[in-house]
């Protein structure tokens, strides 16, 4: 409720075309739908523009199954399953026709309204071909917010010249997003090269004093370059929303 | 040299314009110098638009002033200390009167020429009192690009009625850069709120299981709300840097 | 054996109602049963008025079985077998048809004698829908020890409306419990919004920087809000007893 | 702003006793003032009946003294400085002569109307001579939130027949807090025997592989004992503020 | 080779006794034999009277195997297989109907030879039932070492006069082994009641901040008590080594 | 492309030899193909007469294959396919009869030219028999690499007379692996007795407070012998490399 | 109190010859005196015949002194304070002449009646000199606990001649305490050499990767060696300790 | 002593030209000296022929000034004081004129007899100025074992021009030290670069996230460059003596 409906809400009130209960009732009235085990958001499609997201890991294929089906029901355009399983995959195809499922990714899409593109693309980089699972998730994130997508994948330091190779793609993109494991020692260089924001993924590709990801984490909080910021490890939706937000500014 | 000088520099040995040594000289010379103990990117302004950014920590003073001198001699216009004690902001004022240093984020600045500002601003938000210096840093840092800054602090999520009668200026920002230490909870708060990029900076404010900031790092990296992006911690300036570069998209 | 017990321990000698070695018998008797690989607590639920807990994890169904089937022939009314998983659930219901299980609590209840219930409620509040088996474990900790529970799951702080919307509720409750996982601002923000005592449970929902739980350790621990002490990581059994103990107050 | 007050204020629109505008700035008006570094929360007395607590730690002392002498004007009537140098206390006492500054708690407070105290009492229990600045900034928190409240020092369990002499003590208590580094074990031993709340406090008191209470922490929050709730370590406020929020129940 | 049979080594030599070859050979000869991928000690029984020791994890249980079957022809009399499953149990009783295996310590012993017992006892003290297979692998391979063991299992601190009932049989051993995962607050309890050594063995029976057994161990090397000594997580076969050991000084 | 063939180019422009578009092409034309997935380096093998070597962890078993059938059309004579499961190995051998598999240490080698042998060797040192698979990944790659290496086994400081009995062998190595899980004192004690370069590769054998290999890693990086340089836990491959560069020196 | 004392306690109270009351009082005595901020321990001396033991950091040397003195006035024998500033050592020197205090171990020893000491002697064993300070605490406080002590400092593993040169010494003595910071290597190659326990205290000695000691601590928990175990890191006193409590059985 | 120094010791024993005493005593002779608190080696210099090197933390400069002045008295050449602070440097200047000692990188150098020089230059490359104290240790200690040493500093990969436009003298060193802070993509840039062995040495240089050199050392020893080897951080001691042996090779 913004400052112009506030005021007219009060108009109302005050020229009686309004009763006090139901002001207070709207006053409270909030833009969510309570379905016992979720709340579902029903105005953030309106409020941002931006696709409704459902984050699967934890939640069953049931209850993911009923917040689609809800969501279909209210007529959302667009929507995102992060981290689905086949199950889920297959769960969403038996509620409509409409789904996309990338196994590398492990995304399903519903995407009925194709957002209006802008003139900018994002650039995925990946240091090795063990990222991709990440770098999809996030490059199909930012295709279904409306955003053109140059998949860059293996590039890594090791061999400097297959990035420098690329480097005029790179260059030629609004925003960058720099997926690595191991040392990922690419967000540094990516950063060091272009003039542009930076988004860095770490991933949890790599063994032993890797932990998980956290080499590669450390390494990108702690980049040399300027104009680079990082999401959690593996969070190709995070880097893909973010650039999202930012090459359509 | 882009393709375009390449071809040139083709053109002109191929015509006899240019001697073969001439354009190997050429082909390697590269925009930098070299003062010994450290390489001054004599072309980095030109090439990105920004200020130099010199980062004084584990540097002596005398290293610091010595850089500094030659960039003026180079006539750079706009330069910024980072992490500069009050003895180096002094060498750097027996060397120009042109110097701004703020002790409480230990940045001088050099700013001869300013530079244009774009419409939107980049709000800075803090949780606490204590988190001024990383703020401060951040907008000074952002100022010098050339940013319209908008602070906003000790609004942490404690006392959540603080926060939102901020809610407004917040939200008209292209940019927010939200700073806290503790759990940094700020990061995931403001960034439900806004449909705009939030910088998350975790700061090393805190003690005891805090882990000198490492509290608020994890909390923010792993925000439930989408469009954050973390950067160091305590790291204003790329905050500002990262947040300048989005702004000027 | 308290104070006036003891004394009349030593009336009984003194005039002797009591031979010497059976007061030494009785002051070395101790409240418990040794089964072998376990001390089964006899006077447990007279000392304290609680059920008696059984922890599973770790031990055989085997072992879990004798120790209830022990207990049930002692007589006793409530028991609580946490972290059971079905083998355990289908071995007690074989012992008694007064079982009741959740699979999502992994919670195992018998529940012969409802004690009496205070005025007071308790909310248990969740980030996401993935944080239910936690919060479940707590809600159910909390009713079989005699306690209206008011369940409010998914309000995390991406979309702080939501969590206003029920903020009433939680403002009406004794004693409140908020389960998050990933950055866990969901007790900071809980903490500053109501004036009762709060317990925090970190869960092991996320991934990446997460931890398994410890970023929203962490950040629990460091709360900018007062009134907020914190469990284990995903311990909802031990959140239900404390809010329990602080409700029958 | 509660719904009485709401109610009122639409009514006092509707029979135009109220402009429009001026509702909505009453609707917008928030409970705090801006003093540029820091927000000052001029209802929270009057919310949650609890004095003012400033956190001293990162503020400098002019920021200290600025935030209370404008409580004064307010006419505060209880102040709680925590984490305040000898220098913050002179500032204070420089504005004031209602100070009372304990060296060994690092906290100053202003204490003009005590409050009225709950039959239960509180105790404080340490584990060593070395925990008291942690135990005493829990115990004169507590005072002076208005409860009695017991100390009971260097009864750690390497010599358990000292904790056991005074189990009476602990046992009368409403609320325990159990005050500990090194192992941390006191928590989970004071919990086993006592059958109320106990609000446990790593301290950093330890070397080498305590990390700076790190291990006090991890076990206490691993407590086999149920009834423990852990706040940050060396955060005796916490822990009385918590405590106290218990006995007022 | 000690200084007497140098001795006598060196007088062969020189009254022509031993050829300087074969003295060469001798000083050279060392007391093990190459398998390959293993090299058996063939003195160890006689060096120090123990049993042969196998750590059985990350070994093929035909490379266990083939250790024992060599070990037998040698006519080693007490063999001692740790962390064997029960494909290796099989194995080895293939090899001898000489085999006990414990399902529970995951050891298979070979004892052909019982060594002479020392008077005292060791006592393998528990905290909790979870902890059974760590403090059953200490108990084994103390008894197969020649001591008396007494098991005292599940007297954690959570309910002390559990433990203090025992108290007699702890004090009266020569040697406590104190097994406890969680919090392991037993060691530190038990350090301080008995004065006798007491060899500490965190287990990783836990979850959350336990983290694998880091809660418990950082908890035992942090003891307040004194006469305390830790081995590594879950190794009981250590504890259980270096109980017997001091129990034979 | 060197200095001299830079130059030749550089000729060939000048006296028409070569088009100005053909010279940018060239200059352009990097020594790899891009197969979508991943980047071959068609001109390494020649670069630095290594073999080329694919890690295949987080490979599908196709695209391994697939790099591997191209890298034969284009007829590289030495690939080594790291951390290959037997699916791999399987593939590969369809592709070319020339495929050997090694199950412990999981590397497929394809060896079609045997590289010349320098006069030094490699000795492989590990302190226990569970540490075969990283030892065997470091002694194949070496040896694919043209390195005569010595494997010894099972030797570690626990019995040191194993260690100090194949001194001879080990002090005639031109480099020593020394790999080692548990403590990793190994790589400590064969660096103060050799004076050649150890690689150290700590590995994640043992279990506790190992770790996952830290212990060791840690251990190594603080080993107080000269000399000693170490690769990330498990990494048999990178040692083998790295020997075999000091090796060829 | 004993068995025997009890039936004696109760046959009093049967006969008359004590009043129940009185019984009552004795049967709550307990051994200790209480300072207020200290409990001091009346009876231990007697109880395990060692020294009393004062932890001096975290405590005022005021704190220190007043336990000294009261125990100086209790006629305690034997004290031994550790971690104790030169300022507590003056402190301690007005109190009694009878204080030696060794600046390297920082132990101030009030020594009135030698212990009289077992035939065995204790070898304290160090990797560096710098180590000295820890080996020093272990070894005066074995001396103050009646043992003979064998020093041998700087004898680490990277020069294992040097060890080896003292095996004879080392192999002689009852117990071991080995003292090693860096990696710790000395506890594993030492328990490798004896059959004899040896107490391993990692030390803070090292840079880097040592993280304060975290390196040596890790190795020697996961020594490869048997009969090793460990205690804090420079917690010489433990080690001490530990070891006299051995010598002594 | 060698096989043939033992041979030829025995034939002395069996001639009667030794006596068996003196042959006992030769074999038991170790090349070194006890100082007490230190074991000077005095055969190392010939053993290995470098110098003598002195870790100076944690020694007293009395206890450095011992060492140094025993060495002189038994006519060492060369030595090597590293972390040797300027007290350490007066002490030894005070006992020969023949020192040269290093500020920046904290190293004393009595260089007496200087080595011969292989053909091979070791490289020492720096990301930035902040990393020259380490990176002078390296080269310090590389140019006094004998070898030719390049400095090419403040090249990190944020700037990847500077580090390119040295590449020719990179790649024509027969063995690189990369020394590098923060995110140490230094390491993997330059062993992808070139094919010659790097030593990378973290340094701790950095704040936040960078944990006092922790990102770094993960980050270089999870490389995905090739033949990269890691040392601890700050080790330059460590990283010039491994280079100086791989370049005398």
Known sequence: MNAQQLKQLLNDVKDGR???E???????????EDMGFAHL???????????????????????VAAIVKRMLELDYSNIL???????????LQALTP??????????????RKPLPQPAGTIAVVTGGTSDMPVAEEAAIT??????????IYDVGVAGLHRL????????????VIAVAGMEGALASVVGGLVDKPVIAVPTSVGYGANFHGLAAL???LNSCASGVAVVNIDNGFGAGYMASMINHM
């Open 81 to 91: 399953a992060t981290r689905a399983n086949s199950d889920v995959a297959r769960a």
């Open 41 to 63: 958001d029903t105005h953030r499609e309106l409020r941002n523009g931006y696709p409704e997201v459902i984050y699967c890991a934890g939640k069953t294929t049931d209850q």
């Open 218 to 220: 450390l390494s990108m």
């Open 18 to 20: 309004l009763a006090i």
């Open 164 to 175: 420098l190779s690329h480097l005029d793609e790179i260059m030629s993109a609004n925003v």
């Open 98 to 111: 409409n789904v996309e499922y990338s196994t590398t990714a492990r995304i399903a899409v519903i995407n």
């Open 22 to 32: 139901d002001a207070m009732a709207e006053l409270k009235k909030l833009p969510f």
């Open 142 to 151: 930012a295709e279904i917010m409306g955003n053109n997508v140059k998949r």
